[in-house]
């Protein structure tokens, strides 16, 4: 039993060290903008589910950086899909915020579908 708490203990020192990595990220957002991507108008419920979660990302994003909304409405998302597929960079800075009409559009093999719905994701070293 002592060896266990023991090693416990010890555990808990070297939690600074793993975690250190971490918060070195911060420097990545300071000084930057994010582009938010929005599939939907303005004024419609998916602008107000989003703009109702963007205080908590401006809060939590290390750096605070200031977030931008680009709106760009049509074809049931797939515009704004095929936007980030085509001509977003995969820097981190830009957050695409999608309707379900992407997935829908892609599934079923509509035409104007310029993306691999299995690739539409960020790499891992930039999601937050």
């Not at 998916?46 to 963007?54: N, S």
């Not at 960079?89 to 829908?104: E, S």
């Amino acid at each position: 039993m002592k060896k266990i708490i023991l090693h416990g203990l010890l555990g808990l020192l070297f939690i600074p060290a793993i975690a250190a990595p971490i918060f070195a990220q911060a420097d990545f957002y300071a000084g930057k903008t994010l582009l938010m991507v929005i599939g939907t108008d303005a004024g419609g419920n998916g602008d107000l589910r989003t703009k109702a979660i963007l205080p908590a990302l401006r809060k939590h994003i290390p750096g605070n950086p200031p977030i931008v909304v680009q709106y760009m409405p049509g074809a049931g998302g797939r515009r704004a899909a095929n936007h980030m597929h085509a001509a977003v960079r995969p820097d981190g800075l830009t957050i695409g915020a999608m309707v379900t009409g992407m997935i829908q559009g892609a599934i079923l093999g509509e035409s104007g579908v310029l993306y691999d719905i299995d690739k539409f994701r960020a790499p891992l070293k930039t999601r937050l």
